[in-house]
């Protein structure tokens, strides 16, 4: 008979998600970060993936793929899967059954063909939340466009607007546009949950990831707004809008800081580090308007100074000072942050496959609630026994019987 219990049973604790499964069928980044962040608040999450694994799992061997698969699958319980059979589309229903959510993040119309899309899989469980991220989403002309995150970067007007102003653009360093999709997939899923407590009934909530970027360059469409054309498409490390001076990366003995006036009193408070209060009424800095039309002069004054001191000796000052002031740091300093290890947001984990290493947490945080120990990442399909035989209720013949018939993947070497 199949297991009422969840495939990986929880403590007791009072995690807000305790209670929720959810079936993930994402790749890369933006639909598993939006189930990493279900699992760390408590959602049980069986992970499905093909034979030779998600996209990202198949990348570790091209190197630096390894880790970010770790980082974004931790407290997962991985499966494999075979949708393009139907003794395999019938275990997907099964699961669905039982579930409460389901997410993937392939293009548009995929899962209609294989036969398991949203319609088909209300039917199977009307209050199933199901949740879908795409590059441009389902509707609009550029609905069947590829994506990734470069190419949304390029789209979204991200690599335009990033660089200097005399120099080509870049994109951003940071995967902006997966990562911003998956944190609003995470907030449309649970809005959609707590819709189905009041209503008994789920529904399906998508997340482009062009949507998902947009808002993200307020300060730049801010400035062309204002200037129309001519605005600059890119300011370097100057604000975005060209609002704010002082608001720049500058020079220091031994790297660079950056520091930031958003308010008079804050670059009086800069001057008076600097011990320079004597310019407090100076025409050219007395506002802020008057130091963003004079920004050349502001940061010459303000780097003139710090090229005399240590990245992390002038974040001191001006910290002390309440000036919005950091040193820039390269990650392997970031990695080991001591303010995100004393709180639990990254932690050293002893991996299976990687051995030690630093994972983050959930960045959301729910007092009251200690957060949910990290669970290394599991090799692929670690979970097929515990979830298609415990928790689905099959016997070893059948499943046996399955993987000999393509639908899952092998079973015998793995244990729940």
């Not at 062009?210 to 370097?236: E, K, V």
């Not at 050219?284 to 990245?311: H, K, M, Y």
Request: a negative charge; hydrophobic letters at 40%.
């Amino acid at each position: 008979m199949p297991s009422t219990e969840h495939p990986v049973n929880d403590s007791h604790r009072n995690y807000p998600l305790a209670g929720i499964t959810v079936i993930d069928l994402s790749h890369v980044y933006n639909g598993p970060y939006a189930t990493f962040l279900m699992a760390m608040a408590g959602a049980n999450v069986i992970k499905v993936e093909p034979f030779q694994g998600e996209h990202l799992r198949s990348r570790g061997d091209m190197g630096g793929a390894a880790l970010p698969f770790a980082m974004l699958n931790s407290n997962k319980q991985p499966v494999t899967l075979n949708l393009k059979t139907e003794q395999g589309r019938e275990l997907l229903r099964e699961m669905v059954a039982r579930a409460d959510i389901l997410v993937e993040n392939f293009a548009p119309g995929v899962m209609e063909r294989l036969g398991v899309g949203s319609a088909a899989l209300h039917e199977v469980n009307p209050r199933l939340v199901y949740g879908s991220s795409s590059g441009y989403g389902k509707s609009g002309p550029y609905r069947d466009y590829p994506a990734m995150d470069l190419v949304m970067q390029a789209m979204c007007g991200v690599i335009d607007s990033t660089g200097f102003p005399d120099q080509p653009p870049v994109k951003s360093g940071a995967a902006i546009c997966d990562f911003m999709a998956g944190i609003h997939l995470y907030a449309a899923i649970m809005t959609a949950l707590y819709e189905r407590e009041r209503t008994g009934r789920g529904r399906v909530v998508e997340v482009s990831m062009q949507d998902a970027t947009y808002a993200s360059l307020a300060s730049n469409l801010g400035m062309l707004h204002a200037r129309g054309a001519d605005a600059p498409a890119r300011t370097g490390n100057r604000h975005g809008g060209l609002g704010i001076s002082p608001y720049n990366v500058y020079e220091t003995t031994d790297g660079f800081v950056v520091l930031n006036a958003p308010g008079d009193h804050h670059f009086r408070a800069i001057l008076g580090v600097m011990g320079r209060s004597d310019l407090q009424d100076n025409a050219r800095f007395a506002t802020r308007s008057a130091r963003v039309e004079n920004f050349a002069d502001v940061d010459a004054l303000i780097e003139g100074w710090t090229r005399t001191l240590t990245r992390n000796d002038v974040a001191k000052r001006m910290l002390a000072a309440k000036v919005p002031c950091a040193p820039v740091r390269d990650l392997t300093e970031v990695m080991h942050d001591e303010n995100m290890h004393a709180r639990g947001s990254l932690q050293w984990i002893d991996h299976p496959e990687l051995g030690d290493v630093v994972l983050p947490h959930s960045p959301l945080v729910f007092e009251g609630t200690e957060r949910r120990p990290i669970e290394p990442s599991l090799p692929l399909g670690a979970s097929n026994r515990a979830v298609f035989g415990l928790w689905l209720g099959h016997s070893e013949d059948e499943l046996t019987s399955f993987e000999a018939a393509g639908a899952i993947g092998p079973i015998q070497q793995f244990t729940s």
